[in-house]
């Protein structure tokens, strides 16, 4: 038992460093233009599903993006809604001049993707941005993304923090998604971003099309986002990365267990269509972490191999209490350590959970 920790206990320092110096070479890999002045032209498009209760904050939020008006369009695709979402959207129609609503017909396919790709086809400018119908985007979104969406970047990725109030639900799925935009970063730092995430990300529409828009994707429900990302690395595609707090957009947890689970299991599904580059990442990255954290467990038995865990969560403490303000979060150290183990116990279970859950979107 002890020769094993002792070889978990170098595997994980050996992951630690290559997480962290990822995290350190990410600001190289990053690309900005400049503007002189300039700014450049978005075709936001949005996919939306009996949001009747959250469109609103939306599109308040579209309200007050400070950008040119004339230099952006906003195409919200109605996804045969039963509820008001689409008389909401049309009600801002005057307040919000470059906004349309595309309403499906009867026969039209149902779904996110489908949704999206209708709004897509019609989108007048290349770069085009995707977020959701529940989120809040901020007055900045759309010039840092323009700062980063250079003449050379063919897909864009950016943060999409969760908005943290309380509860248990909550506080985790906050924890998660930091951990897993810092995973983005060091992945991106080495050339290669596991993840993006489909509330906040951005490609050229030639591109999108040239490459079959979401049909490679086709054999996920989830992972439209990931998937997509898959197919631009694997074309040799430029990707790049907004790292700036004001390219967020914000969103609400899921609330209760129930759908919480289904959300991070039809995620995580998505998994299983990764590249074997990004599913090496995954594991080299996540198991000795699991590893180092079952060390816990033998204290009673073997307490000369618990000190790995003790050495892992000294290090979360200083990752998360280091980088959390740029990802939008401000966990006290009681929280850091706490979130950290449910964290990684969490993680298996939504990989067994995927394997077992059918999934719709709404």
């Given amino acids: 038992m002890t020769e094993f920790y002792s070889a978990v206990f170098i595997g994980f320092l050996f992951a630690y460093l290559f997480f962290v110096f990822g995290i350190i070479r990410a600001p190289k890999n990053l690309k900005k233009r400049s503007n002189n002045g300039e700014a450049g032209y978005f075709s936001i498009v949005v996919a939306a599903r009996n949001e009747e209760n959250n469109i609103t904050s939306l599109l308040e939020s579209f309200i007050l993006i400070k950008f040119p008006t004339s230099n952006y369009e906003i195409i919200i695709c109605d996804d045969h809604s039963t509820d008001a979402t689409a008389s909401i959207v049309k009600s801002y129609q005057e307040r919000i001049p470059n906004l349309q609503l595309v309403s499906p017909s009867t026969d039209s396919p149902r779904g996110k993707r489908a949704a999206l790709q209708a709004g897509i086809t019609i989108a007048k400018h290349d770069r085009v941005i995707i977020t959701d119908d529940d989120c809040v985007t901020q007055a900045g979104w759309l010039s840092e993304l323009d700062k980063c969406f250079t003449s050379d970047t063919q897909f864009l990725i950016a943060h999409a923090p969760l908005i943290k109030n309380s509860g248990f639900v909550n506080s985790i799925s906050c924890f998660e998604n930091m951990r897993s935009f810092m995973l983005i970063t060091s992945s991106f730092g ?105 060390s816990i467990l033998f204290l009673p038995f073997f307490p000369e191999v618990s000190f790995t865990f003790f050495i892992k969560i000294l290090f979360d403490l200083i990752l998360v209490l280091s980088l959390q303000k740029k990802y939008n979060y401000n966990f006290n150290p009681f929280q850091v350590v706490f979130f950290q183990i449910f964290y990684e116990i969490f993680l298996i279970i939504n990989y067994f959970t995927s394997r077992f859950t059918k999934f719709n979107w709404k």
């Fill in 190 to 294: 080495w050339g290669h971003p596991v993840s993006a995430t489909a509330r906040n990300m951005g490609f050229r529409k030639d591109i999108f099309h040239a490459e079959g828009g979401y049909t490679p994707t086709a054999g996920s429900l989830g992972g439209d986002d990931d998937l997509l990302l898959k197919n631009f690395l694997d074309k040799g595609y430029t990707i790049n990365l907004a790292t700036s707090p004001e390219s967020a957009v914000f969103s609400h947890t899921s609330n209760g267990f129930r759908q919480y689970f289904r959300q991070k299991a039809r995620h995580t599904a998505a998994s299983k269509f990764y590249s074997k580059q990004s599913k090496w990442i995954l594991v080299l990255w996540h198991l000795p972490n699991l590893y180092a954290q079952s």
